[in-house]
């Protein structure tokens, strides 16, 4: 899974740097890289970017004051995505979550950010065990967003416009 992780982050990066659509970058990273994407990687790049406003309301309410979203390193803002996406939308434990980005974190970001990343998500994964004691059992609750806007979409491939929060 730490690979489906890292292909999912290459290619969420890749499509937030050049705006391009979810499923260019995924086209163009599979290209480049002559990997097969598994699968779990497919659906965390999809999840992320369809769950986008969710996860940033997530992540900016987990943030110290002062701190903006769009200040954080590129790479972090998408461990964290993904991390966030795998709390609350996908069912992975909160510490495999958090413990699988920092791990990525420890090996393409900088010195500080395996323990900022730690701090912020464990602040979400409390957020998220919160909601989940008070949330209806599984199938009576909708968590589902809103469908994105034409700002958000282009045909078929969703274009990546990440660093804002509505």
Same mark, same amino acid.
């Not at 967003?145 to 509505?166: H, I, K, L």
């Given at each position: 899974?730490?690979?489906?992780?890292?292909?999912?982050? /290459?290619i969420?990066?890749?499509?937030?740097?050049?705006?391009?659509?979810v /499923?260019?970058?995924?086209?163009?990273? @599979?290209?480049?890289?002559s990997?097969? *994407?598994p699968?779990?990687?497919?659906?965390?790049? +999809?999840?992320v970017v369809a769950?986008l #406003?969710?996860? =940033?309301?997530?992540?900016?309410?987990?943030?110290s %004051?002062?701190?903006?979203?769009?200040?954080?390193? *590129?790479?972090?803002?998408v461990? @964290? #995505?993904?991390? *966030?996406?795998?709390?609350?939308?996908?069912?992975?434990?909160?510490?495999?979550? *958090?413990?699988?980005?920092?791990?990525? !974190?420890?090996?393409?970001?900088? =010195?500080?950010?395996?323990?900022?990343? %730690?701090?912020?998500?464990? +602040?979400? !994964?409390?957020?998220?065990?919160?909601?989940?004691?008070?949330?209806?059992?599984?199938?009576?609750? /909708?968590?589902s967003?809103?469908?994105?806007?034409?700002?958000? %979409?282009?045909?078929?491939?969703? %274009?990546?416009?990440?660093?804002?929060?509505?």
């Open positions: 899974m730490r690979k489906a992780r890292k292909y999912a982050l /290459d969420l990066y890749s499509a937030e740097l050049t705006s391009m659509g /499923d260019s970058a995924m086209a163009t990273y @599979a290209t480049m890289s990997h097969e *994407i699968a779990y990687s497919r659906e965390l790049a +999809h999840g769950h #406003r969710q996860i =940033d309301r997530e992540l900016e309410s987990s943030l %004051t002062g701190w903006a979203i769009e200040r954080m390193p *590129i790479v972090d803002r461990l @964290a #995505r993904i991390a *966030i996406f795998e709390m609350t939308c996908a069912d992975v434990p909160p510490a495999v979550a *958090i413990s699988e980005a920092v791990s990525l !974190a420890r090996e393409l970001s900088t =010195d500080s950010s395996p323990s900022f990343l %730690t701090g912020v998500l464990s +602040h979400v !994964a409390t957020e998220v065990a919160d909601f989940s004691s008070v949330r209806p059992p599984s199938g009576d609750s /909708d968590r967003e809103p469908a994105p806007t034409n700002s958000e %979409t282009t045909d078929n491939s969703t %274009t990546v416009t990440m660093s804002t929060v509505s």
